[in-house]
């Protein structure tokens, strides 16, 4: 089984950066999709971006096109969420998130979360 535990998240100012970490054990990434998912209070969650190794694929949300960026060290299983330029609709708790295709994982068949990592973005 594989466990998920990110990490990364905190307070920022708009128009400041973190990098998210993804760190999985129990499996090897190189045969899942992996993404990034965010969610508010009382809203949808939502997919921020995806990367596959085996499909050689990634998506970004066109929320975060061009400011975020996703990548991964397949050597250590862990995946990671750059974010720049960081808003206040950024706001929220971002999870990251497996399946076996990009198409799953971004239609919400996810097989395993991890417990997410809070990201505030205020003055």
């Known amino acids: 089984q594989v466990q998920l535990v990110e990490s990364g998240g905190g307070l920022v100012q708009p128009g400041g950066s973190l990098r998210l970490s993804c760190v999985a054990s129990?499996?090897?990434?190189?045969?899942?999709?992996i993404g990034w998912f965010r969610q508010v209070p009382g809203k949808d969650r939502e997919a921020v971006s995806s990367?596959?190794?085996?499909?050689?694929?990634?998506y970004y949300a066109d929320s975060v096109k061009g400011r975020f960026t996703i990548s991964i060290d397949n050597a250590e299983n862990t995946v990671y969420l750059q974010m720049n330029g960081l808003k206040p609709e950024d706001t929220a708790v971002y999870y990251c998130a497996t399946a076996l295709s990009s198409a799953l994982l971004l239609s919400g068949l996810t097989d395993y979360w991890g417990q997410g990592t809070q990201v505030t973005v205020s003055s």
């Open positions: 990367i596959s190794t085996s499909e050689g694929s990634t």
């Open positions: 129990g499996g090897t990434l190189d045969y899942y999709a």
